[in-house]
T-cell receptor, first 116, second 115 residues
Framework: EPEVTQTPSHQVTQMGQEVILRCVPI?????FYWYRQILGQKVEFLVS????????KSEIFDDQFSVERPDGSNFTLKIRSTKLEDSAMYFC??????????????FGPGTRLTVL | AQKITQTQPGMFVQEKEAVTLDCTYD???????LFWYKQPSSGEMIFLIY??????QNATEGRYSLNFQKARKSANLVISASQLGDSAMYFC????????????FGKGTKLTVNP
């Protein structure tokens, strides 16, 4: 069964460093998302991406964050200068259809980011 | 901000019994969708069931069903015949308002199934 994959599963970085989290969405999906979950808290939306551009972003997704689809399969989240409060599990998700539809979002296994 | 309320931080159920996990939400949309996800201790998010606001029937998917009351903005998840593997966090997540792409998650309910 097709699935969303994410690498790495765990990333440890020093405060101020740049990190890139990678995702391979399900191949025929058109909508891509990043969410994060700080330990013990709820899942929070960061950004959605469709047709090679950001379609929606949250207040969390400030200038430190960027997303890219560098080729036909990968979808990346870059954090330019990490802060301690960026430590969280980052989930990539994809869906075949977008808002207003029943298309469920399939989540990857997550990347646990630890900022020291 | 859109408010999703899951009033039960923790629930316990005996194996083979049914359990209901509560969810209420606010939205100004007339047409919207609502999802439930399961998060086991391993951390992944697993889609369980979807309800459209104009669906005439309550959604069912195997042992999962929704008690959807649109007027009350309530979409409670019912798990029948609980199994030990059902022990996990459960999140209610409607779509954002105004045709938004995003899912807006509640704080979740931790379900523990006892043998």
């Amino acid at each position: 069964e097709p699935e969303v994959t994410q690498t790495p599963s765990h990333q440890v970085t020093q405060m101020g460093q740049e990190v890139i989290l990678r995702c391979v969405p399900i191949s025929n999906h058109l909508y891509f998302y990043w969410y994060r979950q700080i330990l013990g808290q709820k899942v929070e939306f960061l950004v959605s991406f469709y047709n090679n551009e950001i379609s929606e972003k949250s207040e969390i997704f400030d200038d430190q964050f960027s997303v890219e689809r560098p080729d036909g399969s990968n979808f990346t989240l870059k954090i330019r200068s990490t802060k301690l409060e960026d430590s969280a599990m980052y989930f990539c998700a994809s869906s075949e259809m977008g808002g207003g539809s029943s298309g469920e979002q399939f989540f990857g296994p997550g990347t646990r980011l630890t900022v020291l | 901000a859109q408010k999703i309320t899951q009033t039960q931080p923790g629930m316990f159920v005996q194996e083979k019994e049914a359990v209901t996990l509560d969810c209420t939400y606010d939205t100004s949309d007339q047409s919207y969708g609502l999802f439930w996800y399961k998060q086991p201790s391993s951390g992944e998010m697993i889609f369980l069931i979807y309800q459209g606001s104009y669906d005439e029937q309550n959604a069912t998917e195997g042992r999962y069903s929704l008690n959807f009351q649109k007027a009350r903005k309530s979409a409670n998840l019912v798990i029948s015949a609980s199994q030990l593997g059902d022990s996990a966090m459960y999140f209610c997540a409607p779509r954002g308002q105004g045709g938004s792409e995003k899912l807006v998650f509640g704080k979740g309910t931790k379900l523990t199934v006892n043998p």
